[in-house]
């Protein structure tokens, strides 16, 4: 196993950041935790990196023991943090070759290995990382962590803040990463880039709330889903929230997901109570369930 | 030593790429160089001098004309009354007032005696004792000729008898307050350099978030410090030698000691400075409260050094105090060194408090220093 937690917990004074978390990650595997801000993720990043003590449990990481072996886990170990922690007023070419040097190494024995991303950013390698747009710092972020050719790479949120055409690139990064023998863990809150993972965790609030394939995750959901549209979106959620048969209603993209308390729900009722209160162009139709929709259940049920 | 001369090389990189730390680090310093040595001075001058003449003889004003010779008095006009310069005195205008009474010619001539009255203002206590040692001489050179040239008439055999005391100042032979402050300002700048730097430099790693970075690479504490910290020690002693230069050229200070010795001495106090300002960042979040301490403690070094106040003068717990302000020694071998020529050996206990401050901040810092949370 690439990944071993039993147990980890973690507490900031009184707040449980962590509460007995464990599980594995094989070798190789793009293994995701999907969790929103405050789920604990960073925390669970910190310990695994060697930051951070956790209070109970045990973690090793590429076979060596979080707490006993770190010095060698720092020699094995990639970590991107979630926020861009180069130096802004070094140029893109210095910050690969400090790390490089740092990790005992150089830029051309690993080559190889970034090459792909590099070549993307090469044509600033003169300019200072200060400068660079947010998807280019990401990427020398990514060159960064991986110089030394890790066996376990950390990536703390990768993708916050970065615009969608650059988040595609970087998850088509992470795949071809993964070819080359690398574990990955990679944290994010964003529901979409759960599915490219190979197996994901559920957490919130220092909880897991489920471990497995996302698709398996997604068929794991036990209710039929309806989406719900109608040409006033507020008035929608308020009148859903109070309709009796609402089990749970929340904004999705354009529309509401709706799950029906009772099993013989129809959504021709729905369709008849929406337009006895003046809902206009009402839409009801079931549709598949993603991570996102099981992620609202599970966190739902586990309050 | 690849590692560190590398992180060496990053360090003065991000020096001299920061365009608005580069004037602060070089120039500010020089320019408070020649401002504080100018004006930090404890000489007396430009006494306001006022004076009341009752006697209006040619005696009562050859006395005011000493005054007015005097570089240390700026003469103002005479008043008609004792009430009129107290009054003066009270709106700031006049420091100190020489009263002459009435007959004091008559008097000296016939009881060889007479009286003056003379009120100096003694806010500053300092300074008042001052202006009465400097009124003092004044007043008996003025009499011991006043006698001689009166008394000559009436007793031709009987001469008076004359001892002079003619004072040999050593070291600082035309008692040039520059001479005094530079040597001790130049030490303030560059501890001021070096602690704020050192001290601001590892927390802004952490507060742009590359410290984190740094934590997870397999570096060691050693070399990440001393990569850090040596840059540092480069500048300090760049800053000494711009200093000393300007003191030279500028301020004519004699240099008559070994300037390898005030090198190496600086070298030791430097890594002192280097480990407090380590320490400093160990313990803070953001720049700005690893300045706040490193100014608490500079205040209290600066003004406990023996710099503007003799230590002798503090009560006991305070001079007991200042046997940990690196600053005080670094004030005393600089001064024993340039300007009397004091060897390592007059030196020595300066050296070995210096070094075992640095050893004791140095172990301080670094086993506070630690890469996990």
Known sequence: MSIILNNISKSYNKVKALDDISFEVKPGELFGLIGPDGAGKTTLFRIL????????????????????????????????????????????????????????TTIEENYDLIKDIYIQIEPFKAR???????????????????????????????????????????????????????????????????????????????????????????????????????????????????????????????????????????????????????????????????IEDTFMDLSKAHE | MNIIRYIIQKEFKQIFRNKAMLPIIFVLPLIQLIILSNAATFEVKNIKFAFVDNDKTSLSRELVEKFEASSYFNVMTDFPSEKLASKAMLEGKVDVILEIPSYFERQLLKNKKADLSVIINAIDGAAAGVENVYINQIVQQFTKKAQVELFLFNNLGNQPQNI??????????????????VPGILVLLVTMITLFLSGMNIVREKEIGTLEQIN????????????????????????????????KMLFQIPIVGSLTLMYLYTIIYILVILGMGLFISNFTDTQQQAMFIAWFFMVIFILMSGLFTP??????????????????????????VMLKGAGLSDIYPQVLKTFLFAIAMNALAVISYKKTS
């Open chain 1, 49 to 104: 990196t060697t930051l951070l003590i956790q209070d109970g449990g045990k973690a090793s990481v590429a076979g060596y023991d979080v707490q006993k072996q770190y010095k060698d886990i720092r020699n094995h170990v990639g970590y991107m943090p979630g926020r861009f922690s180069l130096y802004q007023d070094l140029t893109v070419e210095e910050n690969l070759n400090f790390f490089a040097t740092i990790f005992g």
């Open chain 1, 128 to 290: 200072r990382a200060g400068k660079l747009s947010g998807g280019m710092k990401q990427k020398l972020a990514l060159c960064c962590a991986l110089i030394h050719k890790p066996k376990v790479l950390f990536l703390d949120e990768p993708t916050t803040g970065v615009d969608p055409v650059s988040r595609k690139e970087f998850w088509e990064m992470l795949k071809r990463l993964q070819q080359k023998d690398i574990t990955i863990l990679v944290s994010t809150p964003y529901m979409d880039e759960a599915e490219l993972c190979d197996r994901i965790a559920l957490i919130t609030n220092g909880k897991i709330l489920q471990i497995n394939t996302p698709e398996a995750i997604i068929a794991s959901f036990p209710k039929k889903i309806y989406k719900v549209r109608s040409s006033n979106t507020y008035q929608l959620i308020e009148d859903l929230r109070i309709y009796p048969d609402t089990h749970s209603a929340y904004p999705f993209g354009e529309y509401l997901h709706f799950t029906p308390k009772s099993e013989v729900f129809r959504s021709m009722d729905l369709t008849k109570y929406l337009a006895e209160r003046h809902h206009k162009e009402i839409e009801v139709k079931e549709t598949v369930a993603t």
């Open chain 2, 164 to 181: 002079e005391t003619i004072p040999s100042f050593w070291y600082n032979e035309t008692l040039n307050y520059k001479t005094f402050m």
């Open chain 2, 216 to 247: 997870v690479t397999p570096i060691k504490k050693y070399q990440f410090i001393i990569g850090k910290l040596f840059p540092f020690l480069v500048l300090g002693m760049v800053l000494l030698t711009v200093g000393l230069i300007i003191s």
């Open chain 2, 311 to 336: 230590i002798e003068s503090m009560p006991q717990w305070a001079q007991l105090l200042t046997e940990f302000n690196p600053i005080k020694y670094y004030v005393e071998v600089m001064r024993m």
